[in-house]
C-alpha cells in the first residue's frame, strides 16, 4: 500500500491542486484504488441531506479530493473533522466545541489502508499548524504526519519570501525524523520577481527531487497535471 503526506510552505500554495493531482497520477500507474484524505478540513459549508441521509459540513478542498479519487468511503474516514469556520484548525475546532484527536485520525486513516491501494493525505495549512489546543495538550500537523510515518511531499507556493519557508518547512520535516519524498514548485504569483533565480536555489538547497514546477495556469485542472508530475 502506497501512501503520502502532502504539506505545504503555507496557506493557499496548492496543497489540494497537487494532492489531487498525484491521486490521478498513482491511478494512471495502475493503482486501481486510489483515495483521498483530508484529516482536518476548517471552512466548510452546510449541506443539507437528500434521499434520507444526514445533512453534513462539506469543505471544497474534500470535494475536489472525492472527485479525483476511484475509491469512495464514507465522510467519517476521508474527513474526520469538517469545521465550519475558515480559521487555523484549533481555533475552527474550539468554536465548534470539538477536539481534534490524532489518535482518531490515525485509526480512520488504517481503516482506510485497508480497502485502498494509494492514499493521499492532505494536511491542513502550514506543516506546524496547529490542531489542538488545550491546557496540557498541544498538537500541530507535524505531530500528525509523524503518527502517520508516511512520507511527505512538500508544495513550495513561488511566490516572494518562498525561499525561506521552504527551507524552514524542509528543516521541520527532517528534524522530526521523516523523510521528505519530493516537492512541488507551484507558482501562485504570476508577477513574481527573479522566479528562475528563486527555483534555481531551491533546486539547490531541497535535498529531495523537484516532482513537478506548475507555472501559473488556474485553468489547468488536476488530472491534466497528473501528466506533469513524477512519482516519487
Known amino acids: 500500500m502506497t501512501a503520502y503526506f502532502i504539506t505545504g510552505t503555507d496557506t493557499g500554495v496548492g496543497k489540494t491542486r497537487t494532492s489531487c493531482a498525484l491521486i490521478h497520477a498513482l ?5 486501481a484504488r486510489v483515495v483521498g484524505m483530508k484529516p482536518v478540513a476548517a471552512g466548510c459549508d452546510w449541506v443539507e441531506g437528500q ?26 474516514f476521508d474527513n474526520p473533522y469538517a469545521l465550519p469556520d475558515a480559521v487555523s484548525p484549533h481555533i475552527a475546532a474550539q ?10 485520525i490515525e485509526a480512520s486513516f488504517h481503516a482506510l489502508k485497508q480497502h485502498a491501494d494509494a492514499v493521499v493525505v492532505e494536511g491542513a495549512g502550514g506543516f506546524i499548524v496547529p490542531l489542538c489546543e488545550m491546557p ?3 498538537s500541530t500537523s507535524a505531530d500528525l504526519a509523524q503518527r502517520l510515518a508516511l512520507p511527505v511531499i512538500m508544495v513550495v507556493g513561488m511566490r516572494l519570501g518562498c525561499i525561506n519557508h521552504a527551507l524552514l518547512t524542509q528543516e521541520a520535516i527532517l528534524n522530526r525524523g521523516l523523510t ?28 529531495a527531487p523537484l516532482l513537478a514546477y506548475w507555472a501559473w495556469a488556474p485553468q489547468v485542472d488536476a488530472a491534466q497535471l497528473a501528466g506533469s508530475l513524477r512519482l516519487p
Do not use: F, K, Y
Open 136 to 138: 496540557g495538550e498541544w
Open 180 to 207: 521528505l519524498a519530493g516537492w512541488v514548485a507551484n507558482v501562485v504569483d504570476p508577477d513574481m520577481a527573479a522566479q528562475e533565480a528563486n527555483l534555481d536555489t531551491l533546486r539547490a538547497r531541497i535535498q
Open 27 to 31: 491511478r494512471q500507474a495502475g493503482h
Open 51 to 76: 434521499d434520507g441521509h444526514p445533512g453534513q459540513w462539506l469543505n471544497e478542498d474534500v470535494v475536489q479530493l472525492r472527485a479525483s479519487s476511484s475509491l469512495h468511503v464514507p465522510p467519517v
Open 95 to 104: 468554536r465548534a466545541n470539538e477536539i481534534i484527536d490524532l489518535a482518531h
